[in-house]
């Protein structure tokens, strides 16, 4: 069955790091175009950022541009958001999202607190 498994997540102070992970199974990763997601309480989920299947594109948030780095590897069916400089503001339960066509599968959320 498909799974998405996000880890990764936690409590960090503003300015620090986070990398988040992806894990793939029960489709074909090298296929689908994968994106994170995010949704801060009481609000909509957002896009974060989006890599195309084979890696050769990347699309951001203005929010997040300069900061964030999707990246993917599709030997280990994983993708991946480097996090830095982080604010407050990116407190959120982060998703990762695989997609194509009218296919579209999500993960179950990571948990990100960035808080001093």
Same mark, same amino acid.
Request: proline share 3%.
């Given at each position: 069955?498909?799974?998405?498994?996000?880890?990764?997540?936690?409590?960090?102070?503003?300015?620090?790091?986070?990398?988040?992970?992806?894990?793939?199974?029960?489709?074909?990763?090298?296929?689908?175009?994968?994106?994170?997601?995010?949704?801060?309480?009481?609000?909509?989920?957002?896009?974060?950022?989006?890599?195309?299947?084979?890696?050769?594109?990347?699309?951001?948030?203005?929010? !997040?541009?300069?900061?964030?780095?999707?990246?993917?590897?599709?030997?280990?069916?994983?993708?991946?958001?480097?996090?830095?400089?982080?604010?407050?503001?990116?407190?959120?339960?982060?998703?990762?999202?695989?997609?194509?066509?009218?296919? !579209?599968?999500?993960?179950?959320?990571?948990?990100?607190?960035?808080?001093?």
């Amino acid at each position: 069955q498909v799974q998405l498994v996000e880890s990764g997540g936690g409590l960090v102070q503003p300015g620090g790091s986070l990398r988040l992970s992806c894990a793939a199974s029960g489709f074909t990763f090298s296929s689908y175009a994968m994106s994170w997601y995010r949704q801060a309480p009481g609000k909509e989920r957002e896009l974060v950022a989006t890599v195309t299947a084979a890696g050769g594109l990347t699309n951001y948030a203005d929010s !997040v541009k300069g900061r964030f780095t999707i990246s993917r590897d599709n030997a280990k069916n994983t993708v991946y958001l480097q996090m830095n400089s982080l604010k407050p503001e990116d407190t959120a339960v982060y998703y990762c999202k695989a997609a194509r066509g009218f296919r !579209v599968y999500w993960g179950q959320g990571t948990q990100v607190t960035v808080s001093s």
